[in-house]
């Protein structure tokens, strides 16, 4: 059974830092694309960043330069840690990977301004 767990979520003021993980169960994040994605009250869930089995990374234009997404491969763990956040970024975040079509329980971010 393949279990995702975020975590790391709060509440932090604009232009601070917060870095989400996301552990694995029954699966291999260094054998899958897994990415970040976050949902806004009232928006569409979006892709925030992914990484794929050969440390490729890829973001977002609103988060490119201030979110970063990493792994780790022993802890079969995969991180997102976003600094100077903004208001905008406020939102449920939840790790996913498409390859099991497997989405965690999401974590809340609220950035005040």
């Known amino acids: 059974q393949v279990q995702l767990v975020e975590s790391g979520g709060g509440l932090v003021q604009a232009g601070g830092s917060l870095r989400l993980s996301c552990a694995a169960s029954?699966?291999?994040?260094?054998?899958?694309?897994a990415g970040w994605y976050r949902q806004a009250p009232g928006k569409e869930r979006e892709l925030v960043a992914r990484i794929f089995p050969n440390s490729i990374t890829d973001y977002a234009d609103s988060v490119k330069g201030r979110f970063t997404i990493s792994r780790d491969n022993v802890k079969n763990t995969v991180y997102l840690q976003m600094n100077s956040l903004k208001s905008e970024d406020t939102a449920v975040y939840y790790c996913?990977?498409?390859?099991?079509?497997?989405w965690g329980q999401g974590t809340q971010v609220t950035v005040s301004s």
């Open positions: 029954g699966i291999r994040f260094s054998l899958s694309v």
């Open positions: 996913h990977v498409p390859r099991f079509g497997t």
